[in-house]
């Protein structure tokens, strides 16, 4: 599903080179859900933005589905991002000027094919499916931690992406709230196959889920 | 997409509303006066009740009469000789008129003196120009000819000295003459020159026949042609006669320089040069104009810029989220242009409605003499054309700045 070879993404300015990630090749099999772990700044969060297509290696390939994607435009990247991927941030990233419904409408606007109304059936299922249903109207303000990350999560799997790709999801909810997420998750996970690729602090967590990848300093060291 | 577009756009603005509120000022402020001289501009020279066929009406304004050799010359209106002799036999026009330029005349009702702007003309200038007549109808060529001693007056003229009451066929009594009532018409406004006055009689009425003859004068021409494309072919039949034009005292002038013209051309021709000949000026003074007018909206735009790409801070993770989920560069260009022309057009809005309120206040404060300012079809199009303009030259480029925001820079909240 997911295939990286040889990555290593070095951050230059004109007196300093960081090596933020060097040398990793990963496979990530459809239907797994792996966890990535390490301390902070060993490129964790990195790997995962190139693996999301947000950000492009320094050198190495990257295939998604068996699709070289190292070489797209923009354009080209923008569409799989919408297509295949889905994402779920520690911060939440709703935009507070739009209700639940419409956060969760995002990533279908850029699918020119979907109606209006085709898009707000479609946004309402993935809210219920993170039991949101009745707080489609309310604003992310009105919303609890754990209620935002949840709309978040529906934002994330509204487009039924192949891949959902999560960025310490818990790492600003207490452990409950945390623990429902995880849930959330591993239930996407079974039930519809999505492959999870999830960064997380939490040893807790990363027990859960079937593999963990570990980083050092931007090397992989398992 | 659209729906959700105006969703946030309207949530940006009021987000800040102290900037929403700079930016709508400044936006509405330039509107309204770029509509306000629109106004004015399309009231002095567009198309307007009577000077309803101005794409195919030509005026001679004034002509410079010269006597090289004495460094004699005179720049004035026609005398009345040229425009008879050498005018109005032009093969070209469908219709020629020769008329007095106004000039302001005493009137007295009941012991009160008034002042009354007065013309003398022809019968064909009410065949060229379109008066809508209240009362009775314009005297003709046959009055003309016969010097009838009528008059046609305007609504205004009718309310002093009438009281409003029907005044065809009465008698009014104006410099010095009397005239019987043919007709009245509605008043038009100062700025149309070439129609407007408040008294209207044949040129034959005039106190001496002296200006039948007189080397100088303080007459108009109006031709009209039959087509527009009959409009060049005026101008260049006029320029072949005026090479061979006699003067009655060569002994005082002996070259004659004068041009057809529309009233605009007249007018620019007198901004950038005095030579009669030198060419059609209406170009310079329009691209003059339209120079002025984007370096009046420059400086709102440039505001509207910096507030626009101050804004951008507000709004990286808002980008770092719609990129990740699909939203390509130029979809992100197209979603903040669409919210800046929201916002440009709701400053187009509010501008049109101030530009009514202090068009209403010129009309009603009698500055300019019978002046009706509207917002015509053409002046509301002008108003929306330079507030999507607007929209457009300030929204492009902070959106284009937007739409580069790396994406992991946009999420941590990294602007530009």
């Known amino acids: 599903m997911i295939h990286l070879e040889n990555i290593d993404k070095v951050y230059r300015t004109d007196k300093i080179e960081t090596v933020a990630l060097s040398n990793i090749t990963l496979d990530v099999k459809e239907g797994e859900f792996i966890s990535v772990m390490g301390p902070s700044g060993c490129g964790k969060s990195t790997l995962l933005n190139i693996i999301g297509l947000l950000d492009a290696p320094t050198k190495g390939g990257v295939q998604l589905n068996g699709t070289k994607v190292t070489a797209y435009r923009d354009k080209q990247l923008a569409k799989m991002r919408n297509e295949q991927l889905g994402f779920i941030f520690q911060t939440f990233h709703l935009i507070s000027d739009l209700s639940v419904v419409d956060n969760v409408e995002i990533p279908l606007l850029y699918r020119p094919a979907l109606r209006g109304a085709e898009r707000r059936k479609l946004a309402l299922h993935a809210l219920d499916r993170v039991g949101l249903t009745s707080r489609a109207y309310h604003f992310p303000s009105q919303l609890s931690g754990g209620q935002q990350q949840r709309v978040a999560i529906a934002r994330a799997i509204v487009g039924k992406p192949k891949i959902l790709l999560a960025d310490e999801p818990t790492g600003n909810l207490d452990s409950q709230m945390g623990d429902e997420i995880m849930s959330i998750l591993m239930d996407l996970n079974k039930n519809e196959k999505t492959t999870v690729v999830m960064v997380t602090h939490d040893p807790r967590l990363a027990e859960k889920t079937e593999r963990t990848v570990r980083l050092f300093d931007g090397r992989q060291v398992n | ?416």
């Open chain 2, 1 to 416: 997409m659209l729906k959700n577009y105006l969703k946030i756009a309207l949530k940006v603005l009021l987000r800040r509303k102290f900037f929403t509120f700079i930016s709508l000022f400044g936006i509405s402020f330039t509107l309204v006066v770029l509509m306000v001289a629109s106004a004015l501009f399309d009231h002095a020279f567009g198309p307007l009740s009577p000077e309803l066929k101005t794409d195919r009406m030509l005026g001679i304004y004034t002509v410079r009469m010269e006597m090289p050799e004495k460094g004699m010359a005179r720049t004035a209106a026609a005398p009345y000789w040229f425009l008879d002799r050498y005018v109005r036999t032009l093969a070209t026009p469908e219709k020629v008129s020769i008329f007095s330029s106004q000039k302001t005349v005493s009137a007295f009702k009941n012991g009160v003196k008034h002042i009354l702007f007065f013309k003398r003309t022809d019968g064909q200038f009410w065949e060229i120009l379109d008066f809508d007549f209240l009362e009775g109808g314009p005297f003709t060529a046959q009055d003309e000819k016969e010097a009838n001693m009528v008059a046609v007056i305007n609504e205004a003229t009718r309310q002093k000295f009438f009281d409003g009451g029907s005044a065809a066929g009465k008698t009014i009594e104006v410099d010095g003459q009397s005239f019987r009532v043919a007709g009245v018409v509605p008043n038009v406004p100062i700025f149309r020159i070439t129609s407007y006055a408040d008294v209207w009689v044949p040129l034959s009425t005039a106190k001496s026949n002296a200006y039948l003859r007189d080397q100088t004068g303080n007459f108009w021409a109006l031709m009209l042609a039959k087509r527009r494309d009959d409009v060049p072919k005026i101008k260049e039949e006029l320029q072949g006669v005026i090479s061979n034009v006699e003067f009655p005292n060569p002994n005082e002038f002996n070259t004659l320089i004068a041009a057809a013209e529309t009233l605009f051309e007249s007018v620019a021709r007198g901004f950038f040069s005095q030579d009669r000949t030198a060419g059609n000026y209406s170009a310079h003074l329009l691209a003059l104009l339209l120079t002025l007018a984007v370096l009046f909206m420059l400086l709102p735009t440039l505001n509207l810029i910096n507030i626009n790409v101050s804004r951008i801070m507000e709004r990286a993770s808002e980008i770092g989220v719609r990129k990740a989920f699909g939203a390509s560069s130029w979809t992100l260009v197209g979603q903040f242009v669409v919210e800046n022309l929201i916002l440009t057009l709701v400053g187009g809005v509010i501008a049109f409605f101030g530009a009514m309120l202090i068009l209403n206040m010129l009309t009603n404060s009698g500055l300019i003499q019978y002046a009706e300012f509207h917002i015509n079809y053409r002046i509301f199009l002008y108003g929306l054309a330079v507030a999507l303009f607007f929209g457009l030259f300030s929204g492009v480029y902070p959106a284009w700045k937007m739409s580069r925001l790396h994406p992991v820079e946009a999420l941590r909240g990294k602007s530009l």
